[in-house]
């Protein structure tokens, strides 16, 4: 697998990637009704705003991660190659090109996501509720996760 940056020819497969891992994540936050595609969302919720890495697999992209300095805040990876990996590799990837605190919100009921951040070293640190960024007619509530950042994991020299 590498890790790499996002251009424009990867747009329709982050696309897909994001359309059907969206419906699996929404189902366990039971908020089906509240779909939309990413490319219905992008431009509302400032997509190519953030920096973004794609994880590739025999030159097919698997998944990608969004984030800034302060916010992991798009993780997708394949359904069809969820506990691969893929998004703990992602996670490790915004990480340590940051190299701050991350934060990262889950909606509530996606336990999948929870261990999965839970596994690359982030706490839950709250829970909020709101408006659905990018849909907003939908209210949801969240857990709150925070990373210490890469730094501070990283051995001092002797």
């Known amino acids: 697998m590498i890790i790499r940056p996002y251009t424009a020819d990867d747009w329709d497969r982050v696309c897909q990637i994001h ?11 039971r908020l089906e009704s509240a779909y939309l595609t990413l490319e219905q969302t992008a431009e509302n919720e400032g997509f190519h705003e953030y ?6 697999i ?9 984030f800034t300095t302060e916010e992991l805040a798009w993780l997708y990876v394949d ?3 969820y506990g691969r990996g893929v998004g703990t590799a992602l996670i490790h990837a915004a990480l340590g090109e940051t190299k701050t605190s991350l934060c990262a919100e889950v909606l509530d009921g996606n336990e999948a996501a929870i261990c999965a951040y839970r596994k690359a070293g982030f706490d839950i640190i709250g829970r909020d509720s709101g408006q659905m960024p990018g849909n ?3 209210n949801v509530s969240v857990t709150i996760l925070r990373h210490a950042g890469a730094a501070s994991q990283e051995t001092p020299p002797k």
Request: hydrophobic share 45%; net charge negative.
């Open 58 to 66: 025999d030159s097919v992209v698997v998944g990608f991660v969004a």
């Open 136 to 138: 907003e007619k939908f």
């Open 79 to 81: 359904p069809q190659i």
């Open 51 to 56: 920096t973004i890495r794609v994880a590739e």
């Open 19 to 29: 359309d059907s891992a969206r419906r699996d994540e929404l189902e366990a936050a």
